[in-house]
Protein backbone atom coordinates (compact mmCIF):
# COMPACT_ATOMS: atom_id res chain seq x y z
CA UNK A 1 0.00 0.00 0.00
CA UNK A 2 1.27 3.58 -0.70
CA UNK A 3 0.41 7.04 0.87
CA UNK A 4 0.81 9.83 -1.13
CA UNK A 5 1.37 12.89 1.60
CA UNK A 6 1.54 16.29 2.19
CA UNK A 7 5.24 16.37 4.40
CA UNK A 8 3.81 19.68 5.89
CA UNK A 9 0.54 18.72 7.23
CA UNK A 10 0.05 15.04 7.29
CA UNK A 11 3.55 13.32 8.57
CA UNK A 12 1.73 12.50 12.02
CA UNK A 13 -1.44 10.89 10.35
CA UNK A 14 0.85 9.16 7.65
CA UNK A 15 2.92 7.58 10.73
CA UNK A 16 -0.58 6.92 12.88
CA UNK A 17 -1.69 5.15 9.85
CA UNK A 18 0.82 2.58 9.00
CA UNK A 19 1.19 1.85 12.50
CA UNK A 20 -2.27 0.87 12.71
CA UNK A 21 -2.49 -0.90 8.81
CA UNK A 22 0.61 -2.65 9.93
CA UNK A 23 -1.09 -3.92 13.38
CA UNK A 24 -4.21 -5.12 12.22
CA UNK A 25 -2.91 -6.97 9.12
CA UNK A 26 0.71 -7.69 8.91
CA UNK A 27 0.86 -8.87 5.68
CA UNK A 28 0.36 -5.65 4.36
CA UNK A 29 3.55 -2.67 4.43
CA UNK A 30 2.38 0.57 3.99
CA UNK A 31 5.25 3.08 2.58
CA UNK A 32 4.89 6.92 1.94
CA UNK A 33 5.98 9.25 -1.04
CA UNK A 34 7.66 7.08 -2.61
CA UNK A 35 9.80 8.07 -5.07
CA UNK A 36 9.00 6.09 -8.11
CA UNK A 37 4.90 6.49 -6.73
CA UNK A 38 5.28 10.10 -6.95
CA UNK A 39 6.77 10.06 -10.17
CA UNK A 40 4.57 8.19 -12.02
CA UNK A 41 1.65 9.93 -10.82
CA UNK A 42 3.02 13.65 -10.95
CA UNK A 43 2.26 15.64 -14.15
CA UNK A 44 5.59 16.31 -14.66
CA UNK A 45 6.79 13.21 -13.62
CA UNK A 46 8.39 15.12 -10.09
CA UNK A 47 9.07 13.20 -7.29
CA UNK A 48 6.66 15.54 -4.98
CA UNK A 49 3.57 14.60 -3.01
CA UNK A 50 0.86 17.05 -4.21
CA UNK A 51 -0.43 20.13 -1.49
CA UNK A 52 -2.97 18.54 0.89
CA UNK A 53 -2.72 15.28 -0.62
CA UNK A 54 -3.20 12.16 1.60
CA UNK A 55 -3.94 9.42 -0.99
CA UNK A 56 -4.35 5.88 -0.03
CA UNK A 57 -3.64 3.26 -3.01
CA UNK A 58 -3.37 -0.57 -3.33
CA UNK A 59 -1.05 -1.48 -5.99
CA UNK A 60 0.53 -4.64 -7.58
CA UNK A 61 3.33 -6.64 -7.47
CA UNK A 62 6.16 -6.61 -9.99
CA UNK A 63 5.77 -8.99 -12.48
CA UNK A 64 9.11 -10.49 -11.13
CA UNK A 65 8.07 -11.14 -8.24
CA UNK A 66 10.46 -9.31 -6.20
CA UNK A 67 8.83 -6.52 -4.32
CA UNK A 68 6.14 -4.33 -5.29
CA UNK A 69 5.41 -1.89 -8.56
CA UNK A 70 5.36 1.56 -7.57
CA UNK A 71 4.76 2.71 -10.83
CA UNK A 72 1.24 0.73 -10.96
CA UNK A 73 0.08 3.79 -8.12
CA UNK A 74 -0.54 5.64 -11.07
CA UNK A 75 -3.39 2.67 -12.02
CA UNK A 76 -3.89 1.59 -8.26
CA UNK A 77 -7.40 1.42 -6.32
CA UNK A 78 -7.73 4.59 -4.45
CA UNK A 79 -8.61 3.53 -1.28
CA UNK A 80 -9.11 6.99 0.17
CA UNK A 81 -8.85 10.49 -0.63
CA UNK A 82 -7.90 13.61 0.92
CA UNK A 83 -8.02 15.53 -2.10
CA UNK A 84 -11.42 14.07 -2.29
CA UNK A 85 -12.32 14.42 0.71
CA UNK A 86 -11.38 17.74 1.93
CA UNK A 87 -9.43 16.07 4.80
CA UNK A 88 -7.17 13.40 5.27
CA UNK A 89 -9.31 9.84 6.06
CA UNK A 90 -8.97 8.40 9.38
CA UNK A 91 -7.15 5.24 10.04
CA UNK A 92 -10.55 3.04 10.14
CA UNK A 93 -11.67 4.65 6.83
CA UNK A 94 -8.63 2.96 5.61
CA UNK A 95 -8.94 -0.27 7.70
CA UNK A 96 -12.64 -0.69 6.15
CA UNK A 97 -11.66 0.22 2.60
CA UNK A 98 -8.88 -2.69 2.78
CA UNK A 99 -11.10 -5.22 4.06
CA UNK A 100 -13.60 -4.28 1.11
CA UNK A 101 -11.33 -3.95 -1.30
CA UNK A 102 -8.81 -7.04 -0.70
CA UNK A 103 -9.58 -10.69 -0.14
CA UNK A 104 -8.34 -12.26 3.11
CA UNK A 105 -5.58 -14.14 1.83
CA UNK A 106 -3.83 -10.94 0.98
CA UNK A 107 -4.85 -9.20 4.00
CA UNK A 108 -3.21 -12.22 5.82
CA UNK A 109 -6.26 -13.20 7.37
CA UNK A 110 -6.08 -17.10 6.18
CA UNK A 111 -3.38 -17.80 8.27
CA UNK A 112 -1.33 -18.57 4.90
CA UNK A 113 0.72 -15.39 5.67
CA UNK A 114 -0.47 -13.67 3.06
CA UNK A 115 0.20 -12.47 -0.93
CA UNK A 116 0.73 -8.98 0.57
CA UNK A 117 -0.86 -5.65 -0.87
CA UNK A 118 2.18 -4.65 -0.50
CA UNK A 119 2.71 -1.55 -2.75
CA UNK A 120 4.97 -0.74 -0.48
Same mark, same amino acid.
Do not use: M, N, Q
Given at each position: MHVEYDEAAHTDAFIHLADVVEEAFPAIAVDGN? =??A?? =?ISPGG???A? =??AF???VCAPRADGEGVDFASV???KTLASALALGRAPTALEVIDALERA?? =?TTLGLDGGGGGGARCG
Open positions: V =AELE =AEARR =AGEVVARGLD =A
